[in-house]
């Protein structure tokens, strides 16, 4: 993997995150019903663990690199 590639999955990764964020940020918590916060909080966690796998090969690919 060259390292644009890897900057640009990095990038990636930052607009999931800011995504995320501006979703946490506007939300109303007077208005999500019970039932809402199991899926929203799963989604969240497919998303997370999602990011993680991507960001730990992103940085098994660069360290072989360095060696």
Do not use: W
């Not at 590639?5 to 999500?32: I, S």
């Not at 916060?37 to 497919?46: A, K, N, T």
Request: aromatic residues 10%; proline residues 3%.
């Amino acid at each position: 993997m060259s390292d644009e590639r890897d900057f640009e999955k990095l990038r990636h990764l930052a607009y999931k995150l800011r995504c995320m964020g501006y979703f946490l940020e506007t939300q109303d918590p007077n208005h999500v019903c019970p039932s809402d916060f199991d899926e929203v909080q799963y989604g969240f966690s497919l998303i997370i663990n999602e990011m993680a796998l991507e960001m730990v090969a992103i940085s098994e690919s660069m360290g072989k690199k360095d060696q």
